[in-house]
């Protein structure tokens, strides 16, 4: 089975950066579509950025497209989101996802539903 686990959150001042960290444990790491999601108190948890790991493409919502990278280190068995430039309205708990039954992102890469393994989530808060 996979197991996620977040890291790397924190509070900055608009502008900032910060680079959350998913420690994948598990043998379908490579397998596996990894995403980042992020929620608000009350919202509902909106598609960050994913993964292709077939093929190394990757995609990002348009509100952090430009700021924000996806990346990830096999030999470390890690998935990072670097952040950069962050916003008040980035403010978050943020989460690791992975679909373990394929390794595209594809056209569904937003949808919540399709991620079967999550994280425990990493708090990012940003002040302006």
């Known amino acids: 089975q996979v197991h996620l686990a977040e890291s790397g959150g924190g509070s900055v001042e608009a502008g900032g950066s910060l680079t959350l960290s998913c420690r994948v444990t598990?043998?379908?790491?490579?397998?596996?579509?990894m995403a980042w999601f992020r929620q608000a108190p009350g919202k509902e948890r909106e598609a960050v950025s994913c993964?292709?790991?077939?093929?190394?493409?990757?995609y990002y919502a348009d509100s952090v497209k430009g700021r924000f990278t996806i990346s990830r280190d096999y030999a470390k068995d890690t998935l990072y989101l670097n952040m950069n430039s962050l916003k008040p309205e980035d403010t978050a708990m943020y989460y690791c996802?992975?679909?373990?039954?394929?390794?595209?992102?594809?056209?569904?890469?937003?949808?919540?539903?399709?991620?079967?393994?999550w994280g425990q989530g990493t708090q990012v808060t940003v002040s302006s």
């Open positions: 993964a292709s790991w077939g093929t190394g493409v990757s």
């Open positions: 996802a992975a679909d373990k039954t394929s390794w595209y992102c594809s056209n569904s890469w937003r949808s919540t539903t399709r991620f079967s393994v």
């Open positions: 598990g043998s379908l790491f490579r397998e596996a579509t």
